[in-house]
């Protein structure tokens, strides 16, 4: 099982912060690593990462490098944002997939909506299509998850902490593991629990 876990944009991503000025890229690499170290607990997991801290990886080479490797699965995480300006109301959790209603994608999408509701106890916003590069290039099943919004002040603070950042990377490792029938019994779930 072949899985890539992209951490969107990078450290140098221009209005890619929370209004107070965490960048995007700090929370989703956050996210990726922590998954990762879960996923790769699984024999059966090679988890590669289609970002890189030294620049912002374009979205082509994103595309590219998926493709290239033939994996099953990409899973791109990022925080939301409304409005880039100011502080305002708007937050809660959502995931995309392409707008062609991919299955696979749809029946990751539902878990790992379901998953990130549960581990983080915002609000669901369900899960949305659109014809994003990423979800439209990507040959593997392809997914975006927008983990809360960095223009709402309870969110921002949230995406700051590493429980936050973990309870996300659970829900992405357990959707994963799901998807694949990878839990054989509820003890090796236990195993994956941090806390
Ligand atoms: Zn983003």
Known sequence: MKIVLDAGHGYQAVNRQTI??????????????YARELLMRKP????????????DVS?????????????????????????????????????????????????????????????TQRLDRGIKTADFYLLREVNATAIICECGFMTNRDEARLLKT??????????????VLEHYFLYKNTAARKTLQYQ
């Open 59 to 119: 979205l082509v080479e994103r595309a590219k490098f998926s493709n290239r490797l033939k994996t099953d699965l990409f899973i791109s995480i990022h925080a939301n944002s409304y409005r880039g300006e100011e502080w305002n109301g708007v937050h809660g959790i959502e995931t995309y997939i392409h707008r062609s209603m991919p299955i696979e994608a749809y029946r990751l999408a539902q878990r790992l909506q379901r998953n990130l509701i549960h581990h």
């Open 44 to 55: 059966e997991m090679n988890v590669y990462f289609s970002h890189d801290d030294s620049r």
């Open 20 to 33: 107070d000025g965490m960048r995007e890229y700090e929370f989703n690499r956050a996210v990726v690593h």
């Open 162 to 175: 590493d429980r936050y950042r973990r309870a996300c990377a659970k829900a992405i490792a357990d959707s």
